[in-house]
T-cell receptor, first 114, second 112 residues
Framework: GAGVSQTPSNKVTEKGKYVELRCDPI?????LYWYRQSLGQGPEFLIY????????DSGLPNDRFFAVRPEGSVSTLKIQRTERGDSAVYLC????????????FGPGTRLTVL | QQQVKQSPQSLIVQKGGISIINCAYE??????FPWYQQFPGKGPALLIA?????SEKKEGRFTISFNKSAKQFSLHIMDSQPGDSATYFC???????????FGKGTTLSVSS
């Protein structure tokens, strides 16, 4: 079956530009998570959606970061005025309502800010 | 403040040997402890997980040992194989039970 998919797989942008990263969760999964993984580090939580609403956005580093999930399925992570420090792999994960602890990760989007 | 501390940072094991990776946590509200395996260029994949009501869980060559009083848990990989060479992350759920808090990872190399 299809797992979590993320597009694009790689994104190179210039400092100050706006980027959007997309996540397609496993079909039927109501919970969706965004994490950021810097080189040599473990994933760090950014935001959690249950359905369409952001249930926990405590991990977003600042107001340049925003995420939406308008129809409760696909989610988009939006980063405004990108900075070189935003360079990382952005991972998306999803889980089902009956097994919320078990999170399935996508392959990630590698963002490089020049 | 690092809530999940993982060691060692890297590990080299001979084929057929036992790989042991350790994690310690601080928050007694954590109640779910998974281990993830990650290959270069891929997302983390769930390997095995445990809850604090049991002290050990085994799935094939992978075993989690859990010590609630010491707030520590470890991953044991028996009969380690070159295909096990990857980065391993321990994690715990946050206090709200939603997001996962990850350790910094252990890079395992199994030599043939």
């Amino acid at each position: 079956g299809a797992g979590v998919s993320q597009t694009p797989s790689n994104k190179v942008t210039e400092k100050g530009k706006y980027v959007e990263l997309r996540c397609d969760p496993i079909s039927g999964h109501t919970a969706l998570y965004w994490y950021r993984q810097s080189l040599g580090q473990g994933p760090e939580f950014l935001i959690y959606f249950q359905g369409t609403g952001a249930a926990d956005d405590s991990g977003l580093p600042n107001d340049r970061f925003f995420a939406v999930r308008p129809e409760g399925s696909v989610s988009t992570l939006k980063i405004q005025r990108t900075e070189r420090g935003d360079s990382a792999v952005y991972l998306c994960a999803s889980s089902s309502m009956t097994s919320t602890d078990t999170q399935y990760f996508g392959p990630g989007t590698r963002l490089t800010v020049l | 403040q690092q809530q999940v501390k993982q060691s060692p940072q890297s590990l080299i094991v001979q084929k057929g040997g036992i790989s042991i990776i350790n994690c310690a946590y601080e928050n007694t509200a954590f109640d779910y402890f998974p281990w993830y395996q990650q290959f270069p260029g891929k997302g983390p994949a769930l390997l095995i997980a445990i809850r604090p009501d049991v002290s050990e869980k085994k799935e094939g060559r992978f075993t989690i040992s859990f010590n609630k009083s010491a707030k520590q848990f470890s991953l044991h990989i028996m009969d380690s194989q070159p295909g096990d060479s990857a980065t391993y992350f321990c994690a715990a759920n946050n206090q709200a039970g939603t997001a996962l808090i990850f350790g910094k990872g252990t890079t395992l190399s199994v030599s043939s």
